[in-house]
C-alpha cells in the first residue's frame, strides 16, 4: 500500500513546512483513499448524534493513517478502523469536550480582555487629555485600550488553540486513552510548541486557501442582492451549500493529515524517535 514518496525523507524531529509538506504529499498520494473517507464522513455528519460520532472517528482514522504512513508502518483502512471503532463514542465525547473548554475559555478571555483594556485605556486618557485635550484625549484612550483588549483576547485564543488542536490523534493512536485522556495528551506534547504549530497552522491555512476561497466563500455572493423567500434565493442557497459542503470534504483529509504528521513531529519532540505505542496514564 505505502510507497516510500508517501512519507518524509528522514524519520526525526520536522520544521513547520516539512510537517506540511508531508501532509501534502501523504494526501497527494492517497488522494483517493482519503477523500472516500471524506466523503462518508461528511455523509454521516448530517444524521444526529450517531453519525456525528462517526464523523469524529472518521477524522481520527484519517489522523492515525497519516500517522502510520510516517512511521513506516502504513495500515489500510479497515486495519485502522479495528483500533478507531471501539473508541467510536469516546470521539463523540471528546468533541463534547473540546467544545465545552472552549466556550468557558471564551468567557474566562472576554473577562481577561476587557481588565487591561479597561485599565490600559483609563490611564491613556488621564495621560493623553493634558496633550489632545478634554474630547480627543479620552477617545485615544479607549481606542487604545480596545487594542490592547483585543491583543489579549487574540492571542489568548491562539494559544488555547495551539494546546488543544490534536486531541482526537492520540485517541485514534495510542491504546486505552479515554476522551480526557487525551487532552491531556495533547496539552502535554504541545506545551512548547506553540509557536511552531502556528506556523504548521498559518502555512496549511494557506495552502488551503484557494478551495476554501473558490468553495465555501466566493458562492457567498450569489446570495447578495437576491430576496430572501425568493426561489432564486433558495436556489442560489442551496448550491452554495452543495459546495461548501464540498469545501469541507476537500480540506478535512489535509488538515486531519497535518495533525498526524505533527503528532509524530511533536512525539518526537518531546520523547525520542522511540514511538512504541504504551499506556498514556502512566504520563499523568
Known sequence: MASSASRPD???PLNPGNVVSAALRLYRDRFKMYFGLSVKAYLWLLIPVY?????FAIAGLMSRLAFQEVISQPETPDEARRHVTPKLWSFLGLALLIGLLFIAAYLVLIIAAIIPGVVVGGLSAVALSPIFGENVGPAIGVAVG????FAVFVIGFIWLISRLLIPEVPLAIEPEVTSSDSISRSWNLTKTSVVRIQFVVVAAFLINLPV???????????????DPGTPAYWLAYTLTFVLSFLGGMVVLPFWQAVKGVLYYDLRSRREGLDLQLRNPKSDF
Open 51 to 55: 453519525g456525528w460520532a462517526k464523523y
Open 212 to 226: 476554501v476561497l473558490v468553495l465555501n466563500y466566493l458562492p457567498q455572493l450569489l446570495l447578495l442582492g437576491l
Open 10 to 12: 528522514t524519520l526525526g
Open 146 to 149: 480596545a487594542l490592547i483588549g
